[in-house]
C-alpha cells in the first residue's frame, strides 16, 4: 500500500462514536497522520501533544485515548489541545504496535529540520507545521523507551517551565546537545519536551501518559506550575553504538561469537547506576573497536568510558544508562544505549 505523504487529517472535538469502543479501534480507523483538536475554556492557546511518532510507542494514543473519552460533555480543558497521531500506518502495520516504522520507511524522528520534502520528510514538514500553526504554549511530544526502564524527559535547555512540565510525568530530566532531526530539535517559539514513558508494553508507562495528560489539561499558568516532585536533571547525554556490519548478540556467557554480545539483562542497567567497573559484555579480537561513542565534536570517545578486561567490556566510571534495550534491530539501527557519567548529574536545586 503506497503512502499519501500530502494527507493529514483533522478531527475537531471527536465524540465517542468517532473515538471507537477503544484506541486499538480508533488506531484502525485513522488512515494517515491525524490532527485532534479539542476546544478548550480559553480559545486563545494551544497546548500541542505529538505521538505516534515510532509507530512501537503506544502510550501516548492511549492516554489521549483514555483522557478523550472520560472527558464529560461540560468540562473542557484550560486551554486548547491539538494532539497529533504520527505514524498511525506504522501502528497498526500487524502486530499492531511492533513496528517503529516501516520496514521500506524511514524513521520520521531523524527526519525534521530539513530542506527535504518529499516522503517522510514531507511527513514531518506537514506535523511542524500543524505544530507551528497553532502558535503553541508548550509541545509534549510522547514516546516509549525500546526496553524496561523509568521515565525520564530530554529537553535542550534546563528551563523552569522544562522542570515545571517533566514534574507532570516523571522525575528526570536529561539536557540533550544531540542533534538527529528529531521532533523535539526543532524551535516552535514555545518549550518543547519529549516524554519517554517507559517501555510500550508497560501498563505503568501508559499510567504516566494519561496522568500527565490530565494535569496539564487542568492547569492554567504553566509557569507559575508548582513541581510535583523533584526531579534530577542529567547533562549531556552520548550515545553507545555498534559500528555498521558487525555482529550483535545477546547471551548470558561468552559463546566467543564474532563482534559484540551484550549481557542478557543490559535493560536492568536503565535502573539505578552503572557502576565503574561493571561489565556490559564481551567483544571478540577487534576490542572497542566493534564500538563508537560520537561526542559533539565529532570525535570518537569510546575508549574515555570503557575499556577490555580480556574481552569483557568494563565501564571506566560510573554511569547513567538510559534507553539500553534487548531488541536487536533497534539496538544495531539507532543506538545501544546512551549514556551520562554519573558526575553530569546536577544536584537538585
Ligand atoms: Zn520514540
Not at 36 to 65: A, C, K, M, W, Y
Amino acid at each position: 500500500m503506497g503512502i499519501d505523504f500530502s494527507e493529514i487529517n483533522i478531527l475537531k472535538d471527536p465524540d465517542l462514536f468517532t473515538l471507537r469502543s477503544d484506541y486499538n479501534q480508533f488506531l484502525l480507523s485513522i488512515s494517515g497522520p491525524t490532527i485532534i483538536d479539542i476546544s478548550g475554556q480559553d480559545q486563545s492557546r494551544t497546548r500541542v501533544f505529538t505521538t505516534l511518532i515510532h509507530g512501537n510507542e503506544p502510550s501516548g494514543l492511549i492516554g489521549l485515548h483514555r483522557w478523550m473519552t472520560s472527558l464529560k460533555g461540560n468540562s473542557r480543558p484550560v486551554t486548547n489541545l491539538r494532539f497529533i497521531i504520527c505514524s498511525p500506518e506504522s501502528a497498526s502495520h500487524a502486530p499492531i504496535f511492533s513496528h517503529r516504522f516501516l520496514e521500506d520507511g524511514m524513521d520520521l524522528n531523524r527526519c525534521f529540520g530539513t530542506e527535504l520534502d518529499y516522503g517522510f520528510f514531507e511527513r514531518a514538514n506537514l506535523i511542524a507545521k500543524a505544530i507551528k500553526e497553532v502558535n503553541p504554549e508548550v509541545v509534549i511530544d510522547l514516546h516509549n523507551t525500546s526496553g524496561f526502564g523509568p521515565a525520564f524527559a530530554v529537553s535542550t535547555n534546563k528551563t523552569e517551565l522544562a522542570l515545571s512540565l517533566t514534574s507532570l510525568f516523571c522525575s528526570s530530566l536529561i539536557l540533550s546537545d544531540i542533534r538527529l532531526g528529531a521532533l523535539m530539535e526543532q524551535d516552535f517559539g514555545c518549550e518543547i519536551i519529549t516524554i519517554e514513558c517507559g517501555a510500550g508494553s508497560d501498563p505503568q508507562a501508559h499510567e504516566i501518559a494519561y496522568f500527565g495528560i490530565e494535569q496539564l489539561t487542568q492547569i492554567d499558568d504553566i509557569s507559575s506550575c508548582h513541581f510535583n516532585r523533584n526531579v534530577d536533571v542529567f547533562l549531556q547525554p552520548l550515545r553507545l553504538q555498534i559500528k555498521p556490519g558487525i555482529e550483535l548478540h545477546f547471551n548470558d556467557v561468552d559463546e566467543g561469537l564474532s563482534g559484540l554480545t551484550l549481557v542478557n539483562n543490559v535493560e536492568q542497567f536503565n535502573f539505578g547506576i552503572f557502576r565503574k567497573e561493571q561489565m556490559l559484555g564481551w567483544v571478540d579480537s577487534y576490542g572497542l573497536s566493534n564500538l563508537q561513542i560520537i561526542d559533539q565534536y565529532g570525535d570518537d570517545v569510546i575508549s574515555e568510558y570503557f575499556e577490555l578486561r580480556d574481552n569483557l567490556l568494563i565501564s571506566k566510571m560510573d554511569l547513567n544508562i538510559f534507553m539500553a534495550t534487548h531488541v536487536k534491530n533497534i539496538a544495531k539501527s539507532d543506538c545501544l544505549l546512551y549514556l551520562i557519567p554519573h558526575k553530569n548529574k546536577l544536584p537538585v536545586d
